[in-house]
Every structure is written in structure tokens, then in C-alpha cells.
């Protein structure tokens, strides 16, 4: 079975940074694409940041890019995405999602069998 929890979520100010862990279980075939979406009350579920499992093809939303930085530890069945300079923008349950080797549209919610179960990150302004 394929199991995504997500943790570190919590109450931050504007400017401070944050990490958020997913840890995976499962064979690699079922994650070998992980990414991350967020979603506020009201929209949709948001792309943020994606990895595959050799830590290669990695893609980052535009809102996100040069402030986050996702990265994968295969070894401790982790991802993680290191959040820096947040915004209340950033505020939202945050997600990972698993996906297999086969996926193209890295940015689609569509893409991803599996779900975490989503941890609250509020940045207090």
C-alpha cells in the first residue's frame, strides 16, 4: 500500500521559513513522482513543486520559484520542501501527492494516484 503523510505545517510570521516533510511508503514504482499542491477554502487544488525519485526532473510553480526548494532522501523514505520567505500568500493546506514513472503533466493534480492528507501552514502578517 501507498501511504503519503505530510508534516511540519504550523503558524508562521511573514518572512519566516518553514519545512514541510512527506514521508512515503510504498514501492518506488507508485512515487516515483512526488510533488507538492496547496489549496485555500474556495479554489482549487494549486500546483507548488514537483521531484521524481532521482531527485532530476524537478519543477517549481512561478509563485513558489527561488523561495522553495523541494528535495527527496530515497534512503529515509522523505520528501521535503523547504519554504523561505513566506508570505500570507503561502497560506493553505499543503499536500504531497505520488505519482509513477509515467506521468507527463507534472503540474496536474490528475497526475497523482495517491494523497496525503494535507498539513495547515498560516503565515500571520
Known amino acids: 500500500q501507498v501511504q503519503l503523510v505530510e508534516s511540519g505545517g504550523r503558524l508562521v510570521q511573514a518572512g519566516d521559513s518553514l519545512r514541510l516533510s512527506c514521508t512515503t511508503s510504498?514501492?518506488?514504482?507508485?512515487?516515483?513522482?512526488v510533488g507538492w499542491f496547496r489549496q485555500v477554502p474556495g479554489k482549487g487544488r494549486e500546483f507548488v513543486a514537483t521531484i521524481d525519485w532521482d531527485n532530476r526532473d524537478i519543477d517549481y510553480a512561478d509563485s513558489v520559484k527561488g523561495r522553495f526548494t523541494i528535495s527527496r532522501d530515497n534512503a529515509k523514505n522523505t520528501v521535503t520542501l523547504q519554504m523561505n520567505n513566506l508570505s500570507s500568500e503561502d497560506t493553505a493546506v499543503y499536500y504531497c501527492?505520488?505519482?509513477?514513472?509515467?506521468?507527463?503533466?507534472?503540474?496536474?493534480?490528475?497526475?497523482?494516484?495517491?494523497w496525503g492528507q494535507g498539513t495547515q501552514v498560516t503565515v500571520s502578517s
Open positions: 510504498g514501492h518506488s514504482s507508485d512515487i516515483y513522482h
Open positions: 501527492a505520488a505519482g509513477p514513472w509515467s506521468v507527463r503533466s507534472f503540474r496536474s493534480t490528475r497526475s497523482y494516484n495517491y
